[in-house]
Each structure stands twice: as structure tokens, then as C-alpha cells.
């Protein structure tokens, strides 16, 4: 006969006033990377606490509890906390949702704020790309995305860029086939088509370097930087209906123009 399977118990949530939480010595991050207190702050601010902390009581001498509670996991949401108190943009005896782990229990607070760090799975940097795309679709501008996520919005047109490769590409960096730089040198191209082109021929190749695939997906276009395009201009190459490919990860010297034939046309139109 099967042994009954023992059922688990979760750990009790509730809300407990900012004031009786103090930050517990047994958090594991020493070290500063990533979000600073300041930004996770103004997050906070914007958009409310997103994560709960994870707190234990705090015992007396005797052992008995003292209505105050340490917080070893979640250090840095209790810091930002802490600012917008100083900051007088949150009261001292706010309600934070907290997960309460009981007293005097055997794991230790040491392996509860270990083990919040370290079983953080990062974001693929793909659902990011399409996170900032879905954003966009729904209303917000790349200067108010880049706002909300504190990087500059060059870095969120880089991103929004990398999703006009084609899906077929994108599948393959999804499962680690293409590295990141490479598929930053496909979005030269907004052609899917060529795109997956370059891409047969590169990866039956031992070189797969970006700039083989930025000068395959640039062959046929003429630089920028040509003589050519000095002479009739950039303004009236665009405003006869011209196509200029930029590159927004490497210095590209103004562009590729895609259309060599409407440039020598109006280059004789010109003479």
C-alpha cells in the first residue's frame, strides 16, 4: 500500500508597519550591483511594492517574541522602503506585505536570503525585447519605457530594433543558436527574407562573426559616406522615396542606402 504524500504548509502572509521591521545582519548581499536603492526607490514610488518580504521575528532574551521583525530576505526593498520614509513620501507605520516565517524555525536566515538570490532566474534578454514591444503597441512612448526601466531610450530603441529580425532568427536565439551580436547585426536589415538568407550561408560556415553578416546584409547598398551621395544629398535621395539601413549597435558612418539605382538615376538627373 502507498505511503499518504506529506503535504507542505506555506509560510504566513501578512501586512506588518514599516516601523516594526528592522533589516536582519543575516542577509547575505554585501556586495552593490545591479538596480541602486535610489532607482528601486523611485520604482516603488511609481508603480507600488511588487515582491513581498520575507521576515521572522525577532525573539527576546527569554525567547519570546518582541513584536519586531527582521527582514533576511529582501534587503534592498527594505532599504528603498527605508528612503521613502526619509524621504517623507511614505509613512513610518505603513502596511508592508510581508511572508512571515514562524519562530524558532530550523531553516536558517542565512538560507532564506541565499536562496532568494540565488534562485532568481534573470530575464532572457527576448522577453525583454518583446516586453518593450508590447509596451509600445499599448500606448507608451521608448522616452517614457526608458524612464520607467532607468536606462537612457537609445537603449530601448536597440531593443525594439533587435525585434524586427526575422521570427525565424529570433526562434533560433531563443534556443542559444545565435548569439546576441549576431542577431544585432541582422537588424541592419528590416528584410526577414534576407535576413534568413545571410543566415543559411553563415551558420554552414565556421565564421559567423557580426561583421561577415553586416557586410553580406550590406552588398548591394552603396555608403553613406560615398561620393556619390555627397553629390545629390542625402535629403533628396530620401525624398524620392530612398531607403537608408542604420546601424544602431556599431558606428555606421551615416548609413547604407539600399537603393543604388534611384541614387545613379538621380545622379544623372542632377549633372
Given at each position: 500500500m502507498a505511503s499518504a504524500i506529506q503535504k507542505i504548509a506555506l509560510n504566513a502572509s501578512r501586512d506588518i508597519p514599516f516601523n516594526k521591521l528592522v533589516l536582519s545582519q543575516s542577509n547575505v548581499r554585501r556586495v552593490k550591483a545591479g538596480l541602486s536603492i535610489e532607482e528601486l526607490a523611485r520604482d516603488i514610488e511609481r508603480r507600488g511594492l511588487l515582491q513581498s518580504l520575507n521576515v521572522r521575528p525577532v525573539l527576546d532574551g527569554e525567547g519570546a517574541e518582541t513584536g519586531t521583525y527582521e527582514v533576511p530576505a529582501g534587503g534592498r526593498r527594505f532599504r528603498a522602503l527605508e528612503l521613502l520614509v526619509k524621504q517623507k513620501k511614505l509613512a513610518k507605520m505603513a502596511s508592508v506585505p510581508c511572508v512571515v516565517r514562524e519562530a524558532g524555525s530550523t531553516i536558517l536566515a542565512e538560507?532564506?536570503?541565499?536562496?532568494?538570490?540565488?534562485?532568481?532566474?534573470?530575464?532572457?534578454?527576448?522577453?525583454?525585447?518583446?516586453?518593450?514591444?508590447?509596451?509600445?503597441?499599448?500606448?507608451?512612448?521608448?522616452?517614457?519605457?526608458?524612464a520607467a526601466f532607468f536606462v537612457v531610450p537609445a537603449v530601448v530603441k536597440q531593443r525594439l530594433r533587435l525585434m524586427t529580425v526575422s521570427d525565424k532568427l529570433l526562434d533560433i536565439y531563443e534556443q542559444d543558436g545565435i548569439k546576441l551580436d549576431q542577431l544585432m547585426a541582422f537588424s541592419i536589415s528590416d528584410d526577414p527574407a534576407r535576413q534568413e538568407q545571410v543566415w543559411e550561408v553563415v551558420s554552414q560556415s565556421h565564421n559567423r562573426e557580426p561583421y561577415l553578416i553586416r557586410r553580406m546584409l550590406t552588398e548591394k547598398t552603396v555608403r553613406a559616406s560615398d561620393r556619390r551621395v555627397r553629390f545629390v544629398g542625402l535629403e533628396a535621395y530620401l525624398a524620392a522615396g530612398g531607403h537608408v539601413m542604420r546601424d544602431l549597435f556599431e558606428a555606421d558612418d551615416g548609413g547604407w542606402l539600399q537603393d543604388p539605382m534611384l541614387l545613379d538615376r538621380l545622379m544623372w538627373t542632377a549633372v
Open positions: 538560507d532564506d536570503s541565499l536562496a532568494e538570490n540565488v534562485q532568481r532566474v534573470a530575464l532572457h534578454p527576448l522577453d525583454q525585447f518583446r516586453a518593450f514591444r508590447d509596451m509600445l503597441e499599448k500606448g507608451m512612448s521608448e522616452e517614457e519605457i526608458a
